[in-house]
T-cell receptor
Framework: AAGVIQSPRHLIKEKRETATLKCYPI?????VYWYQQGPGQDPQFLIS???????DKGSIPDRFSAQQFSDYHSELNMSSLELGDSALYFC???????????????FGPGTRLTVL | AQSVTQLGSHVSVSEGALVLLRCNYS??????LFWYVQYPNQGLQLLLK??????LVKGINGFEAEFKKSETSFHLTKPSAHMSDAAEYFC???????????FGQGTTLQVKP
């Protein structure tokens, strides 16, 4: 079965550089969630989109922005990178939408971002 | 506010022994609960979910979890541990009005031969 695709899988950047992470949801899934997992920590919600509109926003720095495109893929743009941004970034997709109680999120393999 | 707490950051069992990973939730509304597993350097894989249809939920790889409202718990069990079960396990609650997941701190399962 098709899964969530994230690219790149690994990314190394210098401080103050920018990075763009991409997420391709499972076909027919119209909802995308982004999470950040620091070393040894649990995933923390960043932002979500439903039908190309932002549906919720979590603890996402102002230096980060994201959007969902017409084909439902999503991109997380990160600017002025800091050492603390080094983490595993997960994308998850779902089909029922964020307001359906039985909605289930399926996660991608993640992008490991290292900021030097 | 909705939250989950996982008791025990590390659990070690012998191969063939019972696996019990604990998760307690806090929620003022009926919760929707999930268990995910994360193998080293991999993403989160859904093990099972509770969405109020049945209190005993069976998942993949022989895992199951029982929702106990009286104890506000959703513990994960497996009768017989296998070496391949060694991983990080996360309990999560779905925030009802937004869809986002709030995760517990995670439990690392070690399986000894």
């Amino acid at each position: 079965a098709a899964g969530v695709i994230q690219s790149p899988r690994h990314l190394i950047k210098e401080k103050r550089e920018t990075a763009t992470l991409k997420c391709y949801p499972i076909p027919r899934h119209d909802t995308v969630y982004w999470y950040q997992q620091g070393p040894g920590q649990d995933p923390q919600f960043l932002i979500s989109f439903y039908e190309k509109m932002q549906s919720d926003k979590g603890s996402i720095p102002d230096r980060f922005s994201a959007q969902q495109f017409s084909d439902y893929h999503s991109e997380l743009n990160m600017s002025s990178l800091e050492l603390g941004d080094s983490a595993l970034y997960f994308c998850a997709s779902s089909i029922q939408g964020p307001w359906q109680s039985t909605d289930t999120q399926y996660f991608g393999p993640g992008t490991r971002l290292t900021v030097l | 506010a909705q939250s989950v707490t996982q008791l025990g950051s590390h659990v070690s069992v012998s191969e063939g022994a019972l696996v019990l990973l604990r998760c307690n939730y806090s929620s003022s509304v009926p919760p929707y609960l999930f268990w995910y597993v994360q193998y080293p350097n991999q993403g989160l894989q859904l093990l099972l979910k509770y969405t109020s249809a049945a209190t005993l939920v069976k998942g993949i790889n022989g895992f199951e979890a029982e929702f106990k409202k009286s104890e506000t718990s959703f513990h994960l069990t497996k009768p017989s541990a296998h070496m391949s079960d060694a991983a990080e396990y996360f309990c999560a609650v779905r925030i009802s009005n937004t869809g986002k997941l709030i995760f517990g701190q995670g439990t690392t399962l070690q399986v000894k031969p």
